[in-house]
Nanobody
Framework: VQLVESGGGLVQAGGSLRLSCAAS????????MSWYRQAPGKERELVAG????????NYADSVKGRFTISRDNAKNTVYLQMNSLKPDDTAVYYC?????????WGQGTQVTVSS
């Protein structure tokens, strides 16, 4: 099983980034896919999630209207489009795959937003 995140980097406030998470080794289309983040000294928090079927999504209040999660089951990939980035969005972003009690995590990608 692998979840490989990419697309992180350094961006100025107000800018945009698109994170990708390429999955392999499991039945991707059956899993709920989510993005979490963890800032220094803080607990890991849910940023956005997308259902395995139907495409319903949920977002943390802090990112609603700025971030969009999507998935391409044909490519086994989940995305996080991040617009209007703020310094408070600075964190390591992790991809998560969940099916009932089974959880897989990626290694994380750093996002740094400068003011």
């Amino acid at each position: 099983v692998q979840l490989v995140e990419s697309g992180g980097g350094l961006v100025q406030a107000g800018g945009s980034l698109r994170l990708s998470c390429a999955a392999s080794g499991f039945a991707f289309s059956s899993y709920v896919m989510s993005w979490y983040r963890q800032a220094p000294g803080k607990e890991r928090e849910l940023v956005a999630g997308i259902a395995s079927v139907g495409g319903s999504t949920n977002y943390a209040d802090s990112v609603k209207g700025r971030f969009t999660i999507s998935r391409d089951n044909a490519k086994n990939t989940v995305y996080l489009q991040m617009n209007s980035l703020k310094p408070d969005d600075t964190a390591v972003y992790y991809c998560n795959a969940r099916y009932f009690t089974t959880n897989f995590w990626g290694q994380g990608t750093q996002v740094t937003v400068s003011s």
